[in-house]
């Protein structure tokens, strides 16, 4: 099945927004044997818009579209759908009143503008796809062995509707299911993990690809079948050798993020965590708090750039006198004084220089981290340099990494 997406809006065009929606939904058509062969942006102008429809009606056998659904005047999908196809709009009542109902919901104005009547208008090929997170249903546009399948323009809105509305209609049409299970791994090079899942990687369906990644290196493993139940049953039995190949090293699956998996085992071994951060600024408590329920093991992040600030905090002004604010030591200072300033089980403490120029004979991109509990030390050093933003994103995957291999070690006993 010959497939084409298109992002309809000038925002995409003008950089104003980023087409997320095109990357995501490519990203899901495999796994129903669908082929991608085109992608196309387009604004709201309504000639380069027809043009743009009725090209892919022509060519493809299913079309993805995504925007151009709201009330406003430049909002022309369903309008070049409906000329493209030589069909008439018009207001069906049920849309209408599930329109209306939208906004007689808690909270919402209670009063519809008439404008968004225009939302409650299909073609006779086309039914409607329920939207509960926006006023704009979708359209699932099928005639002539063809299909259109129209969503909305947010992704929070594209995304639901995908998942809840369109992809179980693809799968009930598709003739095989391509499912994936993803191992994500730390500490382990992209090269290394190659090598040791190498008896494996001969296999062919199920197969093994290895991915390096911000977060790690993922080894995703892929099957083909007429049924996902079948598909499933064929990838089992490799995740399981590829698991006892790589051992601890895999800290989580698919759509795991290691903020959440981190969490996951303080919550589970009951302990508590506390951080200051400098360098970074906060982006590790950041990541940590992006999840529900973090306020079980998170304690809290002091936040310094100062020298005099960390002295305050409890860093010994010696430790800093003698190795200077961006070193091993101060660090380990550092994850002291937090966890003992708040009061946590754990401490961890990062300095660098996450940018700029070379301080104190280390250059841009040094970072320190160490993780205290009291009775130990825990230490991790690096040196990666791609900007501001990547050392710091690559310090909170290094810091996370190394209280994740200390949590491993204690639910194993290795650790009092």
Do not use: C
């Amino acid at each position: 099945m010959r497939a084409e997406i298109i992002s309809i809006g000038t925002e995409i065009l003008l950089g104003e927004i980023t087409d997320t929606n095109a990357s995501f939904i490519a990203s899901q058509l495999p796994q129903y044997g669908i082929d991608l062969l085109y992608v196309s942006q387009v604004g709201d102008n309504p000639a380069r818009l027809e043009e743009v429809l009725r090209r892919a009606w022509e060519r493809s056998d299913v079309t993805f579209a995504t925007g151009g659904l709201g009330p406003t005047e430049d909002d022309l999908t369903r309008e070049t759908i409906a000329k493209v196809l030589g069909e008439a709009l018009e207001i069906d009542e049920e849309q209408e009143r599930v329109v209306r109902a939208f906004f007689s919901r808690p909270g919402a104005s209670g009063n519809m503008p008439e404008r968004n009547l225009k939302q409650a208008m299909l073609i006779p090929s086309a039914r409607a796809v329920p939207n509960p997170r926006g006023t704009a249903p979708g359209w699932w546009v099928e005639r002539e062995g063809r299909v259109i399948a129209v969503m909305p323009g947010p992704p929070q809105e594209m995304t639901r509707m995908w998942q809840h509305e369109i992809a179980p209609e693809l799968e009930r049409r598709s003739d095989s299911i391509l499912v994936s299970r993803t191992l994500k791994t730390t500490g382990l090079g992209e090269g290394t993990v190659d090598e040791m899942l190498s008896p494996l990687l001969s296999s062919v369906n199920p197969s093994i690809g290895i991915y390096a990644r911000a977060d790690g290196v993922h080894a995703r493993i892929s099957a083909k079948s007429p049924t996902r139940e079948e598909a499933w049953d064929l990838i089992h039995p490799l995740e399981e050798r590829a698991r006892e190949i790589l051992g601890p090293s895999v800290w989580g699956i698919d759509d795991d993020t290691l903020p959440a998996a981190v969490g996951r085992m303080l919550r589970d071994q009951g302990l508590t965590l506390a951080l200051m951060e400098s360098a970074t600024g906060g982006s590790i408590a950041s990541a940590i708090t992006d999840y529900d329920g973090s306020s079980d093991y998170f304690k809290g992040s002091l936040v310094t750039y100062a020298t005099e600030a960390k002295i305050e905090l409890g860093v010994p002004a010696e430790i800093i006198t003698m190795h200077g604010a961006i070193s091993k030591e101060t660090a380990e200072a550092m994850a002291e004084a937090a966890r003992t300033h708040l009061h946590a089980d754990l401490g961890i403490g990062i300095t660098g220089i996450a940018g700029g120029t070379e301080v104190e004979d280390q250059p841009p991109g040094t970072m320190h981290i160490a993780l205290a509990d009291g009775s130990g030390i825990e230490y991790s050093h690096s040196r990666y340099y791609q900007g501001r933003e990547a050392a710091k994103r690559r310090a909170v995957l290094q810091a996370l990494s190394l209280l994740r291999r200390y949590l491993m070690s204690r639910a194993a006993g290795d650790v009092p």
